[in-house]
């Protein structure tokens, strides 16, 4: 049912902080900062290949959730109830429709890719407050 891990998304009080400590200590590099709608998002490049990783201010909790693209949203929604998961929380991420959930104490996600170019368009963007 998961394709690929292309999301860590993680809550952040300060979501700046997190892009300096990341940025400045680690190499990272930032792909794309939006501070809109009372929200802040940053996306960062940790490694050449793996998952983009966002750091968000209006997650609640702590865990970082992990989002991985399926093939069909629908699908893997329908799946995942069939499975017993209940507190599927349904939201819109720039590349398509997202439920996140708890499964066997982790933070997960899964996605369907229905706006393959949000990402690029972000990026080309930049930052931008």
Known sequence: MLLSLDFLYAPSADVDRAVERWVGGLGAVLVWRIAALGTVVAALRVAETGPLLLF????????????????????????????????????????????????TGMRLGVYELTRPHAVEQLAARGSRS
């Open 56 to 103: 968000a201010d209006h997650l609640e909790g702590e865990a970082p959730i992990a989002i991985h693209r399926v093939a069909d949203y629908g699908v893997a929604v329908a799946r995942l109830r069939e499975l017993g998961v209940r507190e599927l929380r349904e939201v819109e991420l720039p590349p398509g429709p997202c439920a996140t959930f708890s499964l």
